[in-house]
């Protein structure tokens, strides 16, 4: 299919535009590194979590920026494009997850910062002493969260394409790749130098485009497009047309009754998996105290409504025609360059990207943040000083980048949200392990290592099997799969999370049966409810 017939001519007035406030927030990424200038920037304290002093404003938009992504932008709405009802899984998932964090993140704070604790992995070694089990959750988010990132840089690449930049199916994918490796070297380069208070500053801007393209687009659209009433019926009709890959409908603007354990189970695994990913862990922890958690745990449903419009977006795209080559992924940023005059296309489309590089920043130096804690200093350099932690964490988040971009060139980008979940499926495995054990020791840390195992291998083994809708032969393609049992179809995730408990509850009885020995728990009971000021935290954090 040709550039002109999926409307990806060449926009040069949009590019200029993008260009512009991209350039714009890489210069406010280099300058961050002077924002509430620590004392000392060679500290994984101060470069991994901004000095751990974030209120409740900058909270917001930082855990905001942090949770609602290209996922929100450019992959949930491309589901709802594809498949319809299904995709609205991610709104009642927005509303299940603000109660559940609301009951555990304080306590992570709170033995994080009595311990000096900067990733997740610290705590599981700290509360299960087994350095076995620190090891696997450590490995763990680094794994989980590469997909993420690439997540990311598939948003912005698909608004690059929409623009027409890097030519079409016959350049040579160096060519064709080459605005997206500039962008990733920017964020790389401003994310060494200034750590995680470049993605704070950024959000800033990020949030308020968000907000700008999503009420004009919400008001706007609806009106050119002939109202809500024709926005649904046309859509209707498109998602009731026979797939010629599959031989099915594509969809349906209601669920059928094979839908509704895909989307039950997705909606609840995907709460139970957000706030345990490290980028989500790393910005809570940045916090300067519990209360700055629990204000934000109820403002941030804000979120959540305008996640809600953007979904809609793609029920618009359906209605206007729009033509996305098989990849989904493009309806949104066809819908704006179809709809919006060029200039205020490059500020849609920089909203979308900006939206990208504040989590993939957050991503990468959480991710090289277990690394450098959980594998450099555990394994190969235990006696590293502060500053030798932070140097390797920096170089460590260039290769994480790296590692992502081998996601996006090598997986199918058709369902971009397919990224995210193939991660859930694997953070789900250290629920047991993390949220648990922030309540109780009476899992065996040997247990809980085994039942991981099983998740993992469970989970990757099944998503592996799951081919692509219309292409046999492929892999990880999707993340359903029958539930062994029960006969339905479910989200991997959760089936493998269950097969962990299960797994961890067994061979804790049969281990105590046999008092096989216990781990050291370094955390008393008063860890778990300590706040700023309080003896051991904030003002004489350990340094280990």
């Not at 493998?496 to 020995?517: C, D, H, P, Q, Y």
Request: hydrophobic share 50%; aromatic share 12%; glycine share 10%.
């Amino acid at each position: 299919m040709s550039a002109h017939q999926t409307g990806m001519q060449f926009d040069g007035v949009a590019l200029a535009v993008f260009t512009v406030l991209f350039l714009l927030v890489a210069v406010m990424g280099f300058l961050a590194s002077r924002w509430r200038r620590p004392a000392d920037i060679m500290h994984l304290d101060e470069w991994g979590l901004g000095g751990r002093s974030f209120g409740t404003f900058i909270a917001w938009f930082l855990l905001g920026g942090d949770v609602f992504t290209a996922y929100t932008c450019i992959a949930v709405p491309a589901l709802v494009f594809g498949v319809g009802a299904l995709g609205f899984f991610a709104v009642p998932y927005a509303i299940v997850v603000w109660p559940i964090i609301f009951l555990f993140l304080p306590r992570l704070w709170s033995v994080s910062h009595r311990h000096g604790y900067v990733t997740t992995a610290d705590f599981v070694e700290g509360r299960h002493g087994s350095r076995a089990l620190t090891l696997a959750v450590a490995l763990t988010g680094i794994l989980a969260t590469m997909p993420y990132i690439a997540l990311q840089l598939v948003g912005i690449q698909v608004c690059l394409d929409a623009m027409g930049v890097g030519g079409g199916p016959d350049t040579p994918w160096i060519v064709r790749e080459m605005p997206l490796f500039v962008a990733f070297a920017l964020l790389a380069a401003y994310t060494y130098s200034a750590g995680l208070r470049a993605p704070a500053m950024i959000a800033f801007v990020k949030d308020s485009l968000i907000y700008l393209v999503v009420g004009v687009s919400i008001i706007y659209l609806p009106a050119k497009l002939g109202g809500w009433e024709h926005i649904f019926s046309a859509a209707g009709q498109k998602l009731a047309k026979t797939n010629p890959t599959t031989g099915k409908p594509f969809g349906g603007l209601l669920l059928s009754e094979k839908q509704l354990w895909p989307y039950c189970t997705l909606g609840f695994g995907s709460a139970l998996a957000l706030f345990i990913y490290p980028h989500s862990v790393t910005a809570v922890l940045s916090t300067k105290n519990r209360n700055v958690i629990r204000r934000n745990t109820a403002l941030l449903p804000m979120y959540t409504i305008l996640l809600g419009m953007i979904a809609l977006l793609g029920l618009m795209a359906l209605s206007s025609g729009i033509t996305t080559g098989g990849n989904n992924s493009l309806s949104v940023p066809l819908l704006f360059k179809q709809n919006f005059p060029s200039w205020f296309t490059g500020v849609a489309f920089a909203a979308i990207g900006i939206g990208a590089l504040v989590p993939a920043a957050i991503m990468s130096i959480a991710a090289a943040n277990l690394f450098t804690r959980n594998v450099y200093r555990a394994f190969i350099s235990p006696n590293a000083t502060p500053a030798a932690e932070t140097q390797v964490s920096k170089v460590a988040s260039l290769l994480l980048k790296f590692g992502a971009l081998v996601f996006v060139l090598a997986l199918d980008k058709s369902f971009a949200i397919q990224f995210q979940l193939l991660g859930g499926i694997w953070i789900m495995q250290t629920f047991p392990a993390l949220v648990f054990g922030l309540y109780t020791r009476w899992f065996h840390r040997r247990a809980l290592f085994v039942g991981w195992l099983v998740g993992m291998v469970y989970g990757t083994a099944t998503s592996y099997f799951v081919p692509a809708p219309g292409k046999p032969g492929t892999h990880f393609g999707g993340q359903i799969a029958e539930i062994p049992m029960l006969g339905h179809a479910g989200y991997i995730a959760l089936t493998a999370f269950v097969l962990n408990v299960i797994v961890a509850v067994v061979l804790t009885l049969l281990f105590r049966s046999f008092k096989m020995e216990e781990g050291v728990d370094e955390t008393s009971p008063s860890d778990y409810e300590a706040d700023a000021g309080d003896p051991g935290v904030a003002q004489d954090l350990p340094t280990h």
